[in-house]
């Protein structure tokens, strides 16, 4: 178990569709964010929140829309998502954000595997 | 911005052997970290090693950091199957303390 924990595990929607991905942290974390991994490339930082205010957003499209009611639960809400927003998406927290100095390390989600048909 | 490169993309090696894979990267750094990736599953953290540090070593994983390659080599001393995963390499940037990813080596162990 990660301590992270992410719903639901895959997720199948029509571009036209509006849903929600959910992640919880266990840990007492501070700092939560979202990836985007594709296949083959770099996981790409998409938020960070940082005691619950969003403090980077990654240049990423209005259709993905993070919220963060407490330090705890981070959502990605979904619509009119396009084919190439296919990919997995993982919820990650940290004890401290990671412009901190003393970094310190990141505990992921099994993430949601998302297609859009 | 992706900021480490891992080298190779793909290893393939025999149950007992050692694998070894390397990550370069471009600008300064605070800190360097590995995560392994099982197939369908999240990033787990590895092991972190401060730029200030030449060697950490944690199980049977073995990280060596040389800052003035700019460079990076994870050891796995007597692999099992359950090696079989995906590795990266993340740096956190001394100019903006961000972390970046690499693309990754995907580790195969035969038994």
């Known amino acids: 178990e990660t301590g992270v924990t992410q719903t639901p595990r895959h997720l199948v929607m029509g571009m036209t569709n509006k849903k929600s991905l959910k992640c919880e942290q266990h840990?007492?974390?501070?700092?939560m964010y979202w990836y985007k991994q594709s296949a083959k490339k770099p996981l790409e930082l998409m938020f960070v929140?940082?005691?619950?205010?969003?403090?980077e957003n990654n240049s990423v499209p209005s259709r993905f829309s993070p919220e963060c009611p407490n330090s705890s639960h981070l959502f990605l809400h979904l619509h009119t998502l396009q084919p190439e927003d296919s990919a997995l998406y993982l919820c990650?927290?940290?004890?401290?954000?990671?412009?901190?100095?003393?970094?310190?390390?990141?505990?992921f989600g099994n993430g949601t595997r998302l297609t859009v048909t | 911005s992706q900021q480490g490169e891992e080298d190779p993309q793909a290893l393939s090696i025999q149950e007992g052997e050692n694998a070894t894979m390397n990550c370069s990267y471009k600008?300064?750094?605070?800190?360097l970290q590995w995560y392994r990736q099982n197939s369908g599953r999240g990033l787990v953290h590895l092991i972190l090693i401060r730029s200030n540090e030449r060697e950490k070593h944690s199980g049977r994983l073995r990280v060596t950091l040389d800052t003035s390659k700019k460079s990076s080599s994870l050891l796995i001393t007597a692999s099992r199957a359950a090696d079989t995963a995906s590795y990266f390499c993340?740096?956190?940037?001394?100019?903006?303390?961000?972390?970046?990813f690499g693309a990754g080596t995907t580790v195969t162990v035969r038994a």
């Open positions: 840990l007492g974390h501070n700092a």
């Open positions: 990650a927290s940290s004890q401290r954000p990671d412009y901190s100095f003393m970094n310190s390390p990141l505990h």
């Open positions: 993340a740096t956190v940037s001394l100019n903006d303390y961000k972390l970046s």
């Open positions: 929140y940082n005691f619950k205010e969003q403090t």
């Open positions: 600008t300064s750094i605070n800190n």
